[in-house]
């Protein structure tokens, strides 16, 4: 089928190029125009693995193509997506300019029936206003074309976005016209083979569903938090705890991980824009300002740890950080909790040493140069000199270090842990001071 995406962010970029692998032609387009020279050149702005390959062999064989160009790509669509940013707004809602935009855009230039899909996290009713915006500028130049909008949300994660997208557990649809959905349904028909993973439902259903997943997944891990920092204090280790839960196959093991809070660009803005959303209708979600109140806390939680250990003086110390990406097999640095661990060392005095296997020019394109942040080669390196170990990203090359040869690089012999990596009676063998998220040892 022909397609056009707009938006060629991490949703768009990856979307494009898994509906070409699947035999469609793609046309993204995006307003950034060195972007698109880049993607052009086949050079991927983001850290995805798997993507690259995707983008340069569809790229070269005519099925992805990239431009800046809205008429001729609305001109080609049978099915138009809109993958644009929907970055909060001040009070925390998402703010729909970017979306609305390329609504517009759209109407200036639609010719004939045309499915507009939704595919960026819009709040529930966005799909109304993005016909609106359509249809006015429809009728501003006069002219009459069916059309219908769509709300088809991803459900990708960073780092497996490939896979995610060529093996969806579920294609969720939200539409009110059946040749919408039919169109739809052919489109991911090779998305499908084994079974039937389409969930068709109203529109404002698909627009809701999106949040929810995302909120029921922020919740466990805050309230896996709370019960974390509950064991610290009664002297529980909740990784046993969490292993005895997740057994029974109604909790499940699946993020049930305590930690240094969720980051990323889609849990805290989605969990913050449902808030405001029920807010808006005159509800009180109690339970979502409470899951996002929790993670604030959490993500300060290794800096209470290291603040207490050197006696509320971190002034002249430095720490070695291993981790900066909000969680691994990314080279995000949105709303990581290594940020606010960072800032919070720097504000006390404190020097870091960090090193990420990929987040360093991230790192540095959001700090600049600064005598308090030294970015390092290895994580070795980032030991050099350092009072201490903080670990806040799970990268697997962290799971199984040389703890003699940290306990001999570290002025202080002691790990603060904010993701569980190890036993603390294995750290601890090794002459080490261990303080894991929960594990029954507080400062
Ligand atoms: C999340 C959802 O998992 C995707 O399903 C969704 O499509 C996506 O948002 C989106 O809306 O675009 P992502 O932000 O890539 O995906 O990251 P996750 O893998 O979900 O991790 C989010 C954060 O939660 C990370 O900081 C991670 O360290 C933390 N986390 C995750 C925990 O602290 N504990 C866990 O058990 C799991």
Redesign the pocket.
């Known amino acids: 089928m022909k397609v056009t995406i707009f938006g060629t962010g991490y949703?768009g970029l990856v979307t494009g190029a898994c509906l070409a692998e699947m035999g469609n032609h793609v046309v993204c387009v995006d307003i950034d125009e060195s972007k698109v020279e880049r993607l052009k050149r086949g050079e991927i702005p983001i850290f995805e693995p798997g993507l690259e390959p995707i983008v340069r062999r569809n790229h070269a064989n005519g099925q992805l193509e990239f431009t800046t160009e809205a008429s001729a790509a609305v001109a080609h669509a049978q099915i138009i997506f809109i993958a644009v940013g929907t970055p909060p707004d001040e009070d925390g809602s998402a703010d729909l300019k970017y979306v609305l935009g390329v609504a517009q855009s759209i109407g200036r230039h639609l010719d004939r029936y045309t499915v507009i899909v939704n595919k960026s996290?819009v709040p529930v009713g966005t799909a109304d206003r993005v016909h609106k915006a359509v249809a006015s500028e429809l009728s501003a130049r006069g002219a009459q074309v069916e059309f219908d909008v769509v709300s088809n949300p991803?459900?990708?994660?960073?780092?497996d976005a490939v896979e995610d997208c060529l093996r969806p557990d579920r294609l969720v649809i939200g539409s009110s016209s059946e040749r919408a959905t039919g169109m739809l349904r052919k489109l991911y028909a090779p998305f499908n083979r084994n079974h039937d993973r389409t969930v068709v439902m109203d529109v404002r259903s698909a627009e809701l569903t999106?949040y929810a997943?995302?909120a029921m997944?922020a919740t466990?891990?805050s309230f896996?938090n709370e019960i974390a920092n509950i064991a610290e204090l009664v002297g529980a280790d909740i990784e046993l705890v969490r292993q005895g839960i997740g057994s029974d196959p109604r909790i499940g093991y699946?993020?049930?991980?305590?930690?240094a809070?969720?980051?990323?660009?889609?849990?805290p803005k989605?969990v913050q824009a449902l808030e405001r959303t029920a807010r808006g209708v005159g509800y009180p979600a109690r339970l979502l300002g409470a899951v996002e109140a929790v993670n604030h806390d959490q993500k300060t939680k290794l800096f209470d740890f290291i603040s207490h250990y050197f006696n509320g003086d971190v002034r002249g110390r430095t720490i070695a950080l291993w981790g900066l990406a909000?969680?691994p097999n990314?080279d995000d640095m949105r709303e990581?909790?290594s940020r606010r661990l960072m800032e919070a060392l720097w504000e006390a005095g404190a020097t870091v040493r960090a090193y990420d296997p990929q987040a360093r020019h991230e790192t540095h394109r959001v700090y600049g140069d600064r005598n308090d942040l030294v970015l390092c080669d290895s994580a070795y390196q980032a030991l050099d000199g350092a009072d201490a170990l903080a670990i806040i990203t799970?990268w697997k090359a962290f799971r199984s270090p040389d703890f003699a040869r940290i306990r001999a690089a570290l002025k202080e012999p002691v790990i603060f842990d904010g993701r569980n990596l190890y036993e603390p009676a294995v750290v601890e063998e090794a002459g080490l001071a261990y303080y894991g998220i929960g594990r029954g040892r507080s400062v």
């Open positions: 949703v996290t991803e459900f990708l994660k960073e780092g999106k997943a995302n997944l466990k891990i896996m699946h993020f049930i991980y305590p930690g809070g969720y980051g990323g660009s889609c849990f989605d909000f969680k990314t990581a909790s799970e």
